[in-house]
């Protein structure tokens, strides 16, 4: 669909981008299946357009965060395996079961409730065991772990398909965390051989191919944050942003702009209003710390960041390029989603999952059919 005459801000998400992010991923990782990490609507990036993409893409196993993303998943695509991260409460068993999804249990209480599900059904269902090894987060705890080698019977009437643990600091190469964890990780798969083996997020899959194991997921990476921050990004961007200017006027000292009046005008100048704001995810703290694009012209984003608008400084640009209806890049190839966050004090991740719901939506690329 092509955006109307009423859409003052167009969010691009290019489907190729995300196939060919993951196929780097998959090729990075050979021998080791590559899933793919979903939750939180594909990132922002919405999973009912990004999931079948992947899946035509030869992706087989996805990861959410929620029962609920997984019940919609399944929606989607009726095949492929989808593991539930966050668990299991009381009560919902049967949900995974209806739906066909894999809960990753994360306590031995949450392994003993499913065990004695398995058992009410007489069915041995599939789940996984989340064993932490230093987020202490979520899976089982070092104590847990212990009385589980005591009972392995506690793991014994249902389908175990993964044994997973989850690394802090992965996005740092050098870091001493990411081998203690792999080699914890190795020490629990002795004692629990069972299931196949699942570490790396995007940045562990940069690690070293040890951490590749059976499975890796990768979730940030597909849609182009740069898994490793300190080296150049091997990623495609996925994320377009344009907002459109609306108005835009001449400006000369003492004047300012915007609330607070925090921008003080030094001299004249033009300053251009463009439709977004923070209520889309244009998060506040980049009012006065970012560039917007407009042609081949970087401009900075002054004063703050209103709930609907911001302001940019169009002193230098053409007047017939920076003018109302003209569409000005947010996010994009000049200005990459790891840049806007580092300017907004954040990482990719909260960026892409802020990205609202106002803007007018243009999927591109992506294979229709499923293999
Ligand atoms: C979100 C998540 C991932 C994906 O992490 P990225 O850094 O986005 O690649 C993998 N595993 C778990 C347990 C997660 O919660």
């Given at each position: 669909m092509?955006?109307?005459?009423?859409?003052?801000?167009?969010?691009?998400?290019?489907?190729?981008?995300?196939t060919a992010n993951y196929q780097l991923l998959a090729t990075t990782t050979k021998g080791a299946e590559c899933a793919a990490v979903v939750k939180a609507d594909a990132y922002g990036l919405g999973v009912e357009r990004v999931a079948?993409?992947?899946?035509?893409?030869?992706?087989?196993?996805?990861?959410?965060?929620?029962?609920?993303?997984?019940?919609?998943?399944?929606?989607?695509l009726p095949k492929p395996d989808i593991h539930v991260l966050n668990g299991i409460m009381l009560n919902t068993e049967d949900d995974f079961i209806a739906h066909n999804l894999i809960p990753v249990l994360n306590s031995l209480t949450q392994i003993e409730d499913w065990k004695r599900h398995c058992g009410r059904k007489e069915q041995v269902f599939p789940a996984d065991i989340h064993f932490d090894t230093g987020m202490n987060?979520?899976?089982?705890t070092p104590?847990?772990?212990?009385?589980?080698?005591?009972?392995?019977?506690?793991?014994?009437?249902?389908?175990?398909?993964?044994?997973?643990?989850?690394?802090?600091?992965?996005?740092?190469?050098?870091?001493?965390?990411?081998?203690?964890?792999?080699?914890?990780?190795?020490?629990?798969?002795?004692?629990?051989?069972?299931?196949?083996?699942?570490?790396?997020?995007?940045?562990?899959?940069?690690?070293?191919?040890?951490y590749h194991l059976d499975m890796v997921r990768p979730g940030c990476a597909l849609y182009g944050i740069n898994p490793r921050p300190e080296i150049s990004n091997p990623m495609a961007q996925a994320v377009h942003l344009q907002g459109k200017i609306l108005q835009v006027r001449d400006v000369d000292?003492?004047?300012s702009v915007g609330y607070g009046a925090s921008h003080k005008v030094m001299g004249k100048g033009k300053i251009a209003t463009v439709a977004v704001g923070y209520a889309d995810g244009y998060l506040r703290s980049l009012g006065g710390n970012s560039k917007v694009s407009i042609g081949d012209f970087k401009v900075p984003v002054v004063g703050r960041v209103s709930m609907d608008l911001i302001t940019i400084d169009v002193t230098n640009v053409p007047e017939n390029t920076a003018k109302p209806g003209a569409f000005v890049d947010v996010i994009g190839p000049h200005n990459p989603v790891d840049v806007v966050a580092k300017n907004a004090g954040t990482i990719g991740y909260e960026i892409l999952t802020s990205l609202g719901n106002r803007y007018h939506r243009l999927y591109v690329g992506g294979k229709t059919k499923l293999p």
């Open positions: 092509h955006p109307s005459p009423r859409d003052t801000a167009v969010l691009t998400i290019d489907l190729d981008a995300i079948p993409a992947l899946a035509a893409s030869g992706c087989k196993t996805f990861f959410v965060a929620t029962i609920d993303e997984g019940i919609q998943l399944r929606s989607i987060r979520l899976g089982l104590n847990e772990r212990f009385q589980l080698y005591e009972q392995p019977d506690l793991l014994t009437g249902m389908d175990i398909r993964l044994c997973l643990s989850h690394l802090a600091c992965a996005d740092v190469l050098d870091d001493p965390m990411n081998e203690r964890q792999l080699t914890n990780f190795m020490e629990i798969r002795r004692m629990v051989p069972i299931g196949r083996e699942c570490l790396a997020n995007s940045s562990g899959i940069y690690l070293s191919p040890p000292s003492p004047m």
